[in-house]
């Protein structure tokens, strides 16, 4: 599994920076985010380190689907039971500010009807 070891979100992964965890499995971490923009604010980031989704493969099919399933867990697990917000921002434009692929949860108080 690829990692950058310049990268915020692979130091994370590798225990070197703390973070507050809320899950975390072979595959994937998921971290609340800290500058929430609601109530509930999580990340998860892939452990393999892909810089954004332009630099996803075919070869990275499974682990999306697999996020993307994982997210009503989370949300159900965080009492997210009236509905969340799932985020992917992509490239400078696109608002992505740390580059290794990560999936916004938002939910709960704040939300709010604007984007990130």
Do not use: W
């Amino acid at each position: 599994m690829s990692s950058d070891p310049d990268c915020l979100f692979c130091k994370i992964i590798a225990g070197e920076i703390p973070s507050d965890q809320v899950y975390s499995d072979e595959q994937v971490v998921v971290f609340k985010d800290l500058h929430p923009k609601a109530a509930v604010h999580l990340l998860i980031v892939p452990r393999e380190h892909i810089k954004s989704l332009n630099e996803l493969e075919e070869q990275h099919d499974g682990l999306m689907a697999y996020m993307m399933r994982l997210l009503p867990k989370i949300a159900k697990d965080q009492g997210l039971d009236n509905g969340f917000r799932s985020v992917i921002n992509t490239g400078p434009g696109g608002g992505q500010e740390v580059f290794h692929l990560h999936i916004h949860l938002l939910g709960g108080t704040g939300l709010g009807s604007a984007f990130l």
